[in-house]
């Protein structure tokens, strides 16, 4: 098996406040100045690692909005599944997949999506990232995305493939397997992981 990072970043800020009497009016505006400080420092520290980890892998979010298009569309409400067919394209973000079809779970009580399926000629980009495979499935509970069907990741110029790609989208990881007959093959260039280290360090 071939261990990978697969980011998510789930941030949760709980802010408690209290009631300070300040020594004097200079010392509360000093106060006030170095808390604004703070806690402009907190933010640009979460709007940087939210960058960093949001762009470094394929998932669906649920923030911003789904684009789909497609030759043909089912809605079955006694299934709770909405099928898309013919030329799929999804865009969500500075993601981009084309299949075959597209078949959407959804939990009518929550109003939610409970699981993505695309299949056929599979293909996802994000930046220079792309995924193809036969078989890609989103799955919100779980919190993977499993690519089968002679997976094949690449970036850059690096790629690993085998016959199943896992990502555990909350343990920021991922796993490729191989079997018997096919094993897992990677290509890495270490200047290009140097620069994106370097890149990312910024």
Do not use: C
Request: hydrophobic share 35%; charged share 30%.
């Amino acid at each position: 098996m071939t261990h990978m990072k697969l980011p998510l970043a789930v941030l949760l800020l709980v802010f408690l406040s209290g009631h300070v009497m300040a020594a004097s009016a200079a010392a509360a505006t000093k106060d006030d100045a170095k808390k604004k400080d703070d806690s402009k420092k907190t933010e640009d520290a979460k709007k940087k690692d939210d960058s960093k980890k949001s762009s470094t892998g394929f998932e669906f979010n649920k923030k911003d909005p789904i684009f789909i298009t497609a030759d043909w569309m089912e809605v079955d409400q006694k299934q709770n599944t909405i099928t898309y067919k013919g030329r799929v394209v999804t865009v969500q973000a500075e993601m981009t997949m084309r299949s075959e079809t597209l078949t959407a779970y959804y939990d009518p009580e929550m109003k939610q999506m409970k699981q993505i399926i695309a299949e056929g000629k599979v293909n996802a980009t994000q930046g220079n990232r792309v995924a193809t495979g036969e078989k890609a499935v989103f799955d919100d509970k779980a919190k993977t995305v499993t690519l089968t069907g002679s997976p094949v990741m690449r970036q850059g110029n690096s790629q690993v493939s085998g016959i199943k790609v896992i990502y555990f989208v909350e343990q920021d990881k991922s796993i490729v397997e191989g079997d018997g007959k096919i094993r897992v093959q990677a290509t890495i260039f270490p200047e290009e992981l140097k620069a994106r280290e370097q890149g990312d360090a910024k």
